[in-house]
């Protein structure tokens, strides 16, 4: 009972950390570590990251909404497409192997927090700004196919394809894709959750509990913090909790 309590903490902070800095999917953090340190079925950790998804994304996206680094009309594009494709890649993802998608998953975060802390992304409102709402608009519904798509194949990495296609190459700062990021997710993560419960049932109320709580905290105290720091802090701070989060999930599949 006691590792339970430990590795539920330890997994539920982690994740909250990473989605309130940088729109992690709590999945990405979450499951592994119920997998491999309590045994948990992949099917019942799945549904628990999802469901710690919810709660924490949303309250990201609040915090980040509140200080204006929220793109809620082109994130509304986004996420229509993301949840349309996402089904279109899960079909696809059951016909072959998904395996080194998955392993190549955690590899991208690691490497895109190595990014972040060398090379900053410094771009500002105003690039956004210039753009005509028919750009916007198609670079929303093709970025949406693109994540949902992948997001549906691999099975996770959502949040991080997201950051890293939010800021490459739509061109957003730092501060607004994270907050689009998480905005999006906490509609996707509850479309998630819902229908892992619905075909497989409740999951273990502990972890369940403290698992979403944990998250919730960690979600909530690093949003407001990143939303108080400045441009190339907030790189720093989003770079160090993917590098590390990359990194401990890549030790944890090698066990």
Known sequence: MLMKLIVCIIAGLGAGIGTGFAGLSA???ISPMLITFLGFEPYEAVGIALASDVLASAISAYTYGKNKNL???NGLVMLVTVLIFTLFGSYIASKVPGTT???LSVFMTFLLGIKF?????MTTKEVQANKSAKQKFIQSVISGIVIGFICGFIGA???MMMLL???MVLGYELKTAVGTSVFIMSFTAFTGAASHFAIGGLPDPVAFIICVAATLIGA???AKIANKSDAKTLNRMTGIVLAVL???MILVKML
């Open 71 to 73: 793109d809620i009309k």
């Open 157 to 159: 990495g959502g949040g």
């Open 220 to 222: 909530q105290v690093s």
């Open 101 to 103: 998608m998955g392993n």
């Open 27 to 29: 999945a990405a953090v």
């Open 165 to 167: 296609i939010l800021t």
């Open 117 to 121: 802390i060398v090379k900053p992304v």
């Open 246 to 248: 990359g990194a401990v």
